[in-house]
C-alpha cells in the first residue's frame, strides 16, 4: 500500500523556519522525483519544490528561491523540505508528491501558519 505521510507543519513567526518532512512506503521512492506543493485558502495547489530521483537536481518556486530547501534521503524514504525566513504568505497547507512517469502519489498534507 503506497503512503505519503507529511509532518513538521504547524504556527510559526514570520521570519521564523520549519522543517517539513514527508516519508514514503509501498513503492521504489528511490526511482521517482519528489515534489512539494501548496494551497493556501482560495487558491490553486501550486508547486514549491522538486527533486530528482537521486537528489542531483532541484527547482524551485521564484517565490520560494533562497528560504527553502529541498532534499531527500533515499535510505530513508524520505523528501524533507526546510523552510527559512518564512513569510505570513507562506501560509497554506502542504503537500508532498511522488511521480515517476505515469505514476503519481499524493499525500494528505500537513498546515503551515506564518503569524504574529
Known amino acids: 500500500q503506497v503512503q505519503l505521510v507529511e509532518s513538521g507543519g504547524g504556527l510559526v513567526q514570520p521570519g521564523g523556519s520549519l522543517r517539513l518532512s514527508c516519508a514514503a512506503s509501498?513503492?521504489?521512492?528511490?526511482?521517482?522525483?519528489m515534489s512539494w506543493y501548496r494551497q493556501a485558502p482560495g487558491k490553486e495547489r501550486e508547486l514549491v519544490a522538486s527533486i530528482t530521483s537521486t537528489g542531483g537536481t532541484t527547482n524551485y518556486a521564484d517565490s520560494v528561491k533562497g528560504r527553502f530547501t529541498i532534499s531527500r534521503d533515499n535510505a530513508k524514504n524520505t523528501v524533507y523540505l526546510q523552510m527559512n525566513t518564512l513569510k505570513s504568505e507562506d501560509t497554506a497547507v502542504y503537500y508532498c508528491?511522488?511521480?515517476?512517469?505515469?505514476?503519481?502519489?499524493w499525500g494528505q498534507g500537513t498546515q503551515v501558519t506564518v503569524s504574529s
Open positions: 509501498g513503492f521504489t521512492f528511490s526511482s521517482y522525483v
Open positions: 508528491k511522488a511521480r515517476l512517469m505515469r505514476s503519481e502519489y
